[in-house]
């Protein structure tokens, strides 16, 4: 089968992350810093590392068939795409910041005000869809600096702790995005065998990635409540022990209530928790 191309960020925020997806989908490849192009061996597909700024056009105009890029690229260079699936990493916000000291209440507060941003294309749209007409400045780097410089009352940018704001005497004001990854395809790619095939892995992936192997111990008695506290499975394993009374139950949980989930099985008697990552799940 002919291979196809997948564009991912050369360096910067999205490629390690990137980079660790395909090596967990079980993509062989080298990951040199230096070259732009690398074959898979063990899968039709060639990576192509890009500027993530490129990778949409790249992926709309068919010369890599699918990418991974954050959101906010995406919509910056209001491309047409396919979604195929959100990856959850590389997430953040583009939001407008004011100066500390600024008596804004309202979005509406900017009308009439200057806005300095990288991301003009997503900003019209914000205040076109909250019907304020301000001054869009685009800028490419040091966003966060223009108000101090008398160049902005305003800023719209990523942030993502908050602290290049507050070191630049600004404060969040208003979201304009949330933002992640997201595995991109050219319109049409969707129905290819390779794309349903590694998409189907980046789920296994992204579903093991939720979820623990949790092995734990307990008296018969217990038995039940411990069971109580698992409904999510569908039947957990419960295996005798050598020790007389004494069962150990093999389960898998969520990763979003796993501590609080832990707390209540050590609470209802279960001794000798083992947590295991789990690699993949095969629906
Ligand atoms: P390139 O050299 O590829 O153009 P870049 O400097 O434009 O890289 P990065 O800073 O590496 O981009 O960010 C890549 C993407 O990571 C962003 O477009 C965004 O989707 C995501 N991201 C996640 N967290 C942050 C953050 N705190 N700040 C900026 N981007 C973030
Ligand atoms: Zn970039």
């Not at 685009?138 to 600096?145: A, K």
Request: some cysteine; proline content about 4%.
């Amino acid at each position: 089968m002919p291979s196809l191309k997948i564009a991912i960020q050369k360096s910067g925020r999205l490629n390690e992350k990137s980079v660790e997806l395909l090596k967990n989908c079980g993509l062989s490849f080298e990951n040199y810093k230096s070259s732009l192009i690398s074959s898979v061996a063990n899968f039709p597909l060639e990576i192509l590392f890009l500027r993530d700024d490129d990778i949409p056009e790249y992926v709309q105009d068919g010369i890599a068939d699918l990418g991974i890029v954050g959101e906010n690229v995406i919509n910056e260079t209001g491309v047409d795409v396919h979604y195929l699936q959100r990856l959850g990493f590389g997430k953040c916000t583009l939001k407008i910041a004011v100066p500390n000291d600024s008596v804004f209440a309202h979005v509406k507060d900017l009308e009439g005000k200057a806005i300095a941003t990288s991301y003009p294309v997503i900003l019209k749209k914000f205040l076109d869809d909250n019907q304020v007409n301000a001054t869009i400045r685009t800028i490419s780097g040091s966003v966060e600096i223009s108000p101090g410089l008398g160049l902005s009352d305003a800023i719209c940018d990523i942030v993502s702790t908050g602290g290049t704001l507050r070191s630049n005497g600004l404060k969040p004001f208003a979201d304009v995005l949330s933002s992640e990854a997201i595995l991109i395809g050219k319109n049409g790619i969707g129905n290819h065998a390779i794309v349903k095939e590694l998409l189907q892995r980046i789920q296994s992936v992204l579903k093991a990635k939720e979820t623990k192997y949790v092995v734990l111990n307990v008296v018969r008695d217990n038995l039940d409540t411990i069971l109580s506290l698992l409904p999510g499975v569908k039947s957990p394993t419960v295996v005798p022990l050598a020790e007389e009374n004494w069962v150990a139950v093999h389960t898998v949980i969520q990763e979003r209530d796993f501590w609080e989930k832990i707390n209540k099985l050590k609470a209802a008697g279960a001794q000798g928790i083992v947590v295991m990552p789990v690699e993949k799940i095969i629906m």
